[in-house]
Nanobody, 127 residues
């Protein structure tokens, strides 16, 4: 059974940093891409970053490039999202997802590409 559990969210001031963790079980990173999405109140879930299956390529949406870094630790079956220089616009519930597909972040409805999701972790950035 595929399971994903996020942690690491919290309240931080603008310019601060947080590291989110996604503990995974039930699959291998070689077979599943792992993605981070976020959802702000009243908005659709939007893609943030992804680690592609097979080749481990990493992808980011333009709004977080240079500020967020995605990584994985195969020994801990955990994917991390290091978020630096946070902005109030980054406030959202952050979810990790996974599936036996290649990364897809920017297309409308991209979240539907993934069948497995964690429960989410709240990130709040104050100005």
């Amino acid at each position: 059974e595929v399971q994903l559990v996020e942690s690491g969210g919290g309240l931080v001031q603008a310019g601060g940093s947080l590291r989110l963790s996604c503990e995974t079980s039930g699959f291998s990173f070689k077979d599943y891409s792992v993605v981070w999405f976020r959802q702000a109140p009243g908005k659709e879930r939007e893609g943030v970053s992804c680690i592609n299956r097979i080749d481990g390529a990493k992808y980011y949406v333009d709004s977080v490039k240079g500020r967020f870094t995605v990584s994985s630790d195969n020994t801990k079956n955990t994917v991390y999202l290091q978020m630096d220089n946070l902005e109030p616009e980054d406030t959202a519930v952050y979810y990790c997802g996974a599936d036996e597909v290649s990364c897809l972040l920017n297309a409308k409805g991209a979240a539907d590409w993934y069948d497995h999701w964690g429960q989410g972790t709240q990130v709040t950035v104050s100005s």
